[in-house]
């Protein structure tokens, strides 16, 4: 089992940045795969961000080039930096943690943090 909780979320203006955080209760060494999805109201959730063990990183094309994704080892902590946010990054964003299972993988996921970007 693991657990995953957000925070940093919070209301800001557009052009603004915010710094996401999701503590790990494990170490993230033992997990495969962070991502960061985010579910803005009447839409489906989508993929953000994720970074892979070996550090391999991937992008929604929405964000690429304002948000980095990263992560502490030490601190079992990987990280969201939003810059130039726009309205349309107001969302739920959730942390998820992927870990490799036998055959299958093993899906855990955080509560989430609100965003919101006043324009």
């Known amino acids: 089992q693991v657990q995953l909780v957000e925070s940093g979320g919070g209301l800001v203006q557009a052009g603004e940045s915010l710094r996401l955080s999701c503590a790990a209760s494990?170490?993230?060494?033992?997990?495969?795969?962070m991502a960061w999805y985010r579910q803005a109201p009447g839409k489906q959730r989508e993929l953000v961000a994720a970074?892979?063990?070996?550090?391999?990183?991937h992008y929604a094309d929405s964000v690429k080039g304002r948000f980095t994704i990263s992560k502490d080892n030490a601190k079992n902590t990987v990280y969201l930096q939003m810059n130039s946010l726009k309205p349309e990054d107001t969302a739920v964003y959730y942390c998820?943690?992927?870990?490799?299972?036998?055959?299958?993988?093993?899906?855990?996921w955080g509560q989430g943090t609100q965003v919101t970007v006043s324009s």
């Open positions: 998820k943690g992927t870990i490799v299972v036998g055959p299958g993988v093993r899906d855990y």
């Open positions: 494990k170490s993230i060494f033992s997990i495969n795969a």
């Open positions: 970074i892979a063990g070996g550090g391999v990183t």
